[in-house]
């Protein structure tokens, strides 16, 4: 090679550095000591995704962590008429489905909150009301999906039974059936190949119907044989036995099929974690940690993680509910003694939020369903995705551009490693999350969190470098 043309390619690289952005490799930014934190992280997250694996164990395990670090519940400070001064830690549960943590800051709570936002609930199957029935011999379990699925994935799939049941005296029974080696699973049967032309012919959306999702609940019969539906009466008979369970009481009852699978490494290098519920379970946990390491901040930290975002943000414990701005309310009545509803409104007005959602990550076997050179990428980094949306932006909540370099500014200084992403080529299809209902309060919102692989499958892929990202960039902006 010439003088000239080294000359030459030299001053492009450096051109290429100075000025292009370029997606980065966690692994290739941590220091050895880093690189053991971040393994350890995960294995701690494993963990975590194994005893949460519904919004209730969620939001059951997030209070006991919190309570570990010093939380109090807002409703215990109310009841024994204590004022909330710099420093406390406050934390307040709604019908055990949704939690806001507050670590309260220097700075008067109507100068605005940092607050970070993820979801603990996930797509799965529930069972319907009356879900027992009999057909051929064999004792059924009737579903209904929730969220958005490919109901094809969750056949021949092995299943475990999460939920509770309220009695009719009140009494609430805890269920929590297949996951452990010596449990029963439960299984939606699939049809064999030899039987399957009319099936195979069909578009892969509309192969299996909702109303096909049905689970094996039982083959033995009772044993008096003069009986109708023997097989269906025996489960019930084992329900009243087992659980003192009637069929009654099964329609006061919320009980979820999720996969029995436990949360495991990917991998030959094993730099990826697989597990279900990582949508959006991964950014409870980093969101979550990064509270727990929320010390005497400047402004009113905030940890929110609420339900029902696969269905719309819906419900008395989704973010349309008023159930955060009450808690931001009572949050002011306890650090004033009185209460002023424009200082609440302040509060939430002159905040900042992440949005803490995952994003798809390009995956390299559908590619062209991504803008690749707007697509995220595992192992880069946390993601900042400045809308979702779906076509147009319908349903996103468009980050202002000011809002992004503020977030852009607090991750380059804290040596956060990220990127930015789409949830798919433009008219490929779309998304939302949390961010569009967190926005009408007038706070500045920006949706970030790690890509997935699979996402909304029995199995979600995450990389585990992408994951601690997550959590440091989460800490960062609380702090900030």
């Known amino acids: 090679m010439d003088r000239d043309t080294k000359e030459t390619k030299d001053k492009w690289k450096q051109l290429k550095k100075e000025l292009a952005f370029e997606q980065k490799f966690v692994w290739d930014q941590l220091s050895p000591a880093e690189k053991e934190e971040a393994l350890k992280f995960a294995e701690d997250y494993k963990a975590f995704l194994n005893e949460a694996k519904t919004e209730r164990e969620a939001v059951l395990k997030i209070t006991a962590l919190v309570e570990e670090h010093g939380f109090v519940s807002l409703e215990e400070l109310t009841a024994r008429g204590k004022k909330l001064r710099p420093g406390n830690k406050v934390y307040t549960v709604n019908r055990e489905k949704n ?231 009572e949050i002011l009545y306890l650090l004033a003694g009185d209460y002023n509803e424009i200082y609440s409104r302040k509060a939430l007005a002159r905040g900042r939020a992440l949005s803490a959602d995952v994003v798809a990550a390009i995956d390299p076997n559908y590619e062209g369903v991504h803008d690749k050179y707007n697509a995220a990428r595992m192992g880069c980094g946390v993601v900042l995705t400045k809308y979702t949306g779906a076509g147009g932006k319908y349903s996103a909540s468009d980050a202002n551009a000011e809002f992004v370099a503020e977030v852009r500014r607090i991750f380059n200084e804290n040596k956060i490693v990220w990127q930015t992403g789409e949830l798919g080529k433009v008219d490929q299809g779309g998304g939302g999350t949390i961010a569009q209902f967190l926005a009408p309060y007038g706070m500045d919102v920006l949706d970030c969190g790690p890509p997935l692989l699979s996402m909304h499958a029995p199995l979600e892929i995450a990389h585990k470098g992408d994951i601690y990202m997550s959590y440091k960039a989460y800490e960062a902006f609380l702090k900030s």
């Open 99 to 329: 939690v806001a943590l507050f670590v309260i800051g220097k700075e008067p709570l109507w100068n605005g909150i940092n607050l970070v936002g993820s979801h603990v609930d996930a797509p799965r199957l529930d069972l319907k009301p009356l879900p027992l029935y009999e057909n051929v011999g064999i004792a059924l379990l009737k579903t209904h999906y929730y969220g958005g699925i490919k109901k094809y994935q969750w056949l021949s799939h092995p299943l475990a039974l999460h939920g509770v049941v309220i009695k009719q005296g009140g009494e609430k029974l805890n269920i929590r059936l297949g996951e452990k080696d010596d449990d029963p699973i439960f299984v939606i049967t699939d049809l064999l190949p030899h039987l399957a032309k009319e099936q195979l012919q069909k578009k892969l959306g509309e192969a299996v119907n909702g109303e096909d999702l049905n689970i094996l609940a039982g083959t033995f019969p009772l044993e008096d044989r003069d009986a109708k539906e023997r097989c269906r009466l025996a489960v019930l008979e084992l329900l009243k036995r087992k659980y003192d369970i009637r069929e009654e009481d099964l329609t006061s009852a919320e009980l979820e099929l999720v996969p029995a699978t436990p949360a495991r490494d990917v991998g030959l290098d094993r730099s990826m974690v697989g597990a279900y519920g990582q949508d959006d379970r991964v950014c409870a946990y980093t969101s979550l940690r990064a509270v727990l390491n929320c010390q005497n901040p400047v402004h009113t930290a905030v940890g929110l993680f609420v339900d029902k975002e696969e269905i719309g943000s819906t419900g008395n414990t989704g973010m349309r509910s008023r159930f955060f701005e009450n808690a931001v309310a």
